[in-house]
């Protein structure tokens, strides 16, 4: 894949993570016995939605521009980012397991992205 087309790849997969986080953060705000309003008004809802909108949007010019058997693996590495990213600003433990998982989905990514 071109070097462009690898780095949208990267940040499209950095922007699901994200919104993995946001998402959490959406449910961390929600009250026990959430009402519809509580739903509509929750600004990390909103912000996760607006992100997992744009980086769709990415994700097509991506299958524009390079086969999906080779840009599908990249979405492997959100395994090790969301862990890493909820460790880093929800104080979730990260495990080893997780880590040592995440080395082998890179590998793997790294396998499947060489033509």
Sequence with gaps: ?????????????F????GQILFKKAALALPADAHTMDWVLN??????????GAT???W??????APLHLA???MG?????????????????LHWRTLA????????VALASTS
Excluded: K
């Excluded at 600004?43 to 997992?52: E, Q, V």
């Excluded at 998982?101 to 793997?108: D, E, P, S, T």
């Design 1 to 13: 894949m071109p070097s462009l087309t690898v780095l949208a790849t990267l940040l499209c997969v």
């Design 15 to 18: 922007c699901i993570s994200a």
């Design 43 to 52: 600004g990390w809802l909103i912000a996760s939605l607006a992100l997992y």
């Design 56 to 58: 769709t949007l990415g």
């Design 60 to 65: 097509i010019w991506i299958l524009r521009h």
């Design 72 to 74: 599908y693996p990249f």
């Design 77 to 93: 590495l959100a395994f090790l980012i969301v862990p890493t990213l909820a460790w880093m600003f929800l104080g979730e433990p």
């Design 101 to 108: 998982g995440g080395a082998l989905i890179m590998a793997g």
